[in-house]
């Protein structure tokens, strides 16, 4: 048996502590190993072992349950989201793939890039030159311009996303090398999926800090504190706490770089302090207009020297700023102006008859030799073998036949095309009253159609029935509530309703629809409407802080109604506690007000009872705590009304005090 190493254990540990590795993803993801963990995901290295490539997995994190919930990932949301990325092709951008869910935990496959981050680079070198620094930066905005050009907005542009690759020559100038943006869109497809997504405190725009929004210029904005970190080797704002720092950036302006790191060019300080302005409105509007400022930039650096170094006791000119043409061929952007040439085509290019002489001594020459024709002749062969092949494979050889897929649910659609080989886009999707959401109406190419392998299947699903939201016409005259809800495409039918009294909404205007502002409905569906009539013609005037009997006086007088509720409070016994409507509330007639009256035991003042009728006027005085001399009653109390009280309203007394009431009959 072979001996257990040193090796072996920790290889036996690593598979420990993370279960993933070593594992099948999808059938085909071969999980290598981890190269990386953040706030949003931990991406690993894996190998698609249909393809043959590697590529980077990133699995996202669960959400932490907030209280009283359990975390639940909205897959189907989030796979809207992630496939959305597919939208996105670009040399600076890292490739999206594909997506999935693993385990209940959805994942991203995108590009493998090899190289470092910019993080690690700064780790070791601190900061860059400015020809550096702007051959970088510009790069990165190039990729956030293509994804601000789709609708995307990165969110976490820092130095932990942008991927440094190597030259091909193995050069260390970062002027020549190629950078990669990664987790464009993550942020968007966490946030879907439910989860909250990670923002790094250092580059967070201002107005995200403050009201939680974000947009393309608050990509520009995290780009403008990446340059001033290249420039500089730190970033603007410290702070012990995260939130500390965060503030920071509503708070105070980012200095400019040449405060940090003495020397550098004004259109530095310009161009970081345009990106970063706290206001978004006053930035550059997305990466777009922010590269053609640098890229301006970097044209008019290109002419000065810019670094010098001091060799024994002379000074000697290093380098300059390159142009954005003196990068290599293979790392320039799309944008970028090729070399110029130095000769026209006429003067560098042979011409054809010096082709053709040349061709024709050429062939003399083989035909000459025994051993010429015979190698002649073999290629000719091979050619048109070449050629029978060739035509072969570009007309039938490289086709798959599409599958049906119509009908099919999302899910059964995708992987019936990955077990296909194919890939899959979806087209904006359609109403179809009878067809569930999701559900796949058109393919292109058509079922049985030819389809080149490995390429791409086009559906668009159903939207499911079409639904819209009730529009909020509260306050709105008449006139422009109809407009509104019969607006295209609503064409809803408003029907009015019986008017209502109202203390806010002036009369004539909607007081509320039914269904209410923010349901769903059909198009064409009815509404009806409300219409205020205004103020109610009696206003409820503040009885708070008086005897029952009084405010049932004030309130009845008016032509209210009184209803009373007796209630536990620290106020005099039969005082009015609370009221309900309110001091200036318009009603109508007869309306009920609710009195909550004390019903404190300790203490209070005689109420008035005289008219009332002896056995209620007996019973409220026992409620009170008080012991109740009836006077003059020879029968039924109820047929007697009080004639004389004593002591009078008003006069303070003490729990279980004794009070004499003197009834007479009634007449």
């Known amino acids: 048996m072979r001996a257990v190493t040193a090796l072996d254990c920790a290889a036996m540990d690593a598979q420990l502590a993370d279960p993933l590795l070593g594992s099948l993803v999808d059938g085909r993801l071969r999980i290598r190993g981890l190269v990386a963990r953040g706030g949003m995901t931990s991406v690993y290295a894996a190998v698609d072992e249909r393809l043959g490539r590697t590529v980077a997995v990133k699995m996202i994190h669960p959400p932490q349950p907030r209280r009283g919930q359990a975390a639940a990932f909205h897959t189907g949301r989030f796979a809207e989201e992630a496939t959305g990325l597919a939208r996105l092709t670009h040399p600076n951008v890292a490739a999206f793939y594909g997506q999935g869910v693993h385990d209940g935990v959805p994942y991203l496959v995108t590009e493998f890039v090899r190289g470092r981050t910019l993080r690690d680079i700064l780790d070791e070198r601190r900061r860059l030159a400015p020809a550096e620094a702007l051959a970088v930066i510009e790069q990165v905005l190039a990729a956030l311009a293509a994804a601000h050009r789709t609708g995307l907005v990165h969110r976490s542009v820092k130095p932990e996303n942008i991927m440094v690759a190597e030259a091909p020559g ?13 987790d464009l869109g993550l942020a968007d497809a966490v946030e879907a999926g439910g989860a909250e997504p990670s923002i790094s405190a250092a580059y967070v725009a201002p107005e995200f800090v403050s009201d939680g929004h974000v947009d393309p210029r608050g990509d520009v904005y995290g780009a403008g504190i990446v340059l001033f970190e290249l420039l500089t080797g730190r ?18 302006d980012v200095p400019p770089p040449s405060q940090v790191v003495g020397g550098l060019p004004p259109v530095l300080d310009d161009l970081v302090a345009s990106a970063t302005r706290r206001a978004p409105g006053a930035r550059f509007m997305d990466a777009g207009a922010m590269l053609t400022a640098v890229q301006s930039a970097r044209h008019g650096l290109s002419s000065a020297t810019t670094r010098m170094r001091q060799v024994g006791q002379e000074t000697m ?8 043409t003196d990068r290599p061929s293979w790392a320039r952007l799309r944008d970028e102006p090729a070399e110029p040439r130095t000769r026209t085509a006429a003067a560098s290019a042979p011409s054809l008859a010096g082709l053709l002489e040349q061709a024709k001594q050429q062939y003399t020459r083989l035909m000459g030799d025994p051993r010429g024709r015979i190698a002649l002749m073999a290629g000719a062969a ?14 039938f050889g490289r086709y798959d036949t599409t599958p049906q897929l119509v009908n099919l649910t999302k899910e059964e659609a995708e992987a019936t095309l990955r077990g296909a080989g194919l890939q899959v886009v979806y087209a904006e999707p359609l109403f179809r009253e009878e067809v569930p ?3 796949v109406l058109v393919q292109d190419p058509a079922a049985g159609a030819d389809v080149v392998s490995g390429g791409t299947v086009t559906l668009t699903l159903s939207a499911g029935p079409e639904r819209y939201l009730v529009p909020d016409v509260s306050g ?15 064409k809803l039918k408003p029907v009015k309703a019986a008017d209502k009294y109202s203390d806010l909404v002036p009369k004539g205007s909607v007081l509320d629809t039914v269904p209410k502002a923010g349901e769903e409905v059909k198009i064409g569906a009815e509404i009806k409407v409300t219409l205020s009539k205004g103020r109610a013609p009696v206003t409820v005037p503040s009885v708070e802080g008086k005897l029952l009997t009084e405010a049932r006086s004030i309130l009845e007088g008016l032509g209210l109604r009184v209803e009373v509720e007796q209630v536990d409070s620290d106020k005099p016994f039969d005082t009015v506690v609370k009221q309900n409507p309110g001091l200036g509330t318009g009603v109508e007639r007869n309306a009920v007000v609710k009195l909550q009256v004390s019903k404190n035991p300790q203490g209070g003042v005689m109420p008035e009872v005289g008219n009332w009728n002896c056995q ?3 019973n ?11 006077r003059g009653v020879r029968g039924d109390k109820s047929q007697y009304r009080v004639e004389r009280q004593f002591p009078g309203a008003g006069f303070p007394l003490q729990p279980n005090q004794r009070v004499v009431i003197r009834c007479e009959e009634r007449r």
């Open 235 to 252: 970033a603007p704002f410290q702070g012990e706490r995260p939130v500390e720092v965060a503030w920071q950036h509503v708070e105070r």
């Open 616 to 618: 209620d006027a007996e």
């Open 437 to 439: 959401k999701d559900v």
């Open 317 to 324: 000119i290093v380098s300059q700023v390159p142009a954005a």
């Open 382 to 395: 091979v050619l048109a073998l070449l050629v029978v092949f060739g035509g072969y494979y570009l007309a």
């Open 476 to 490: 709105k005259p008449w006139d422009q509530a109809v407009a509104d809800l019969q607006a295209e495409p609503l």
């Open 170 to 182: 193995g050069g260390h100038d970062l002027a020549e090398a190629v950078v990669k943006v990664t």
């Open 620 to 630: 409220h005085l026992t409620a009170m705590g008080l012991r109740v001399d009836v």
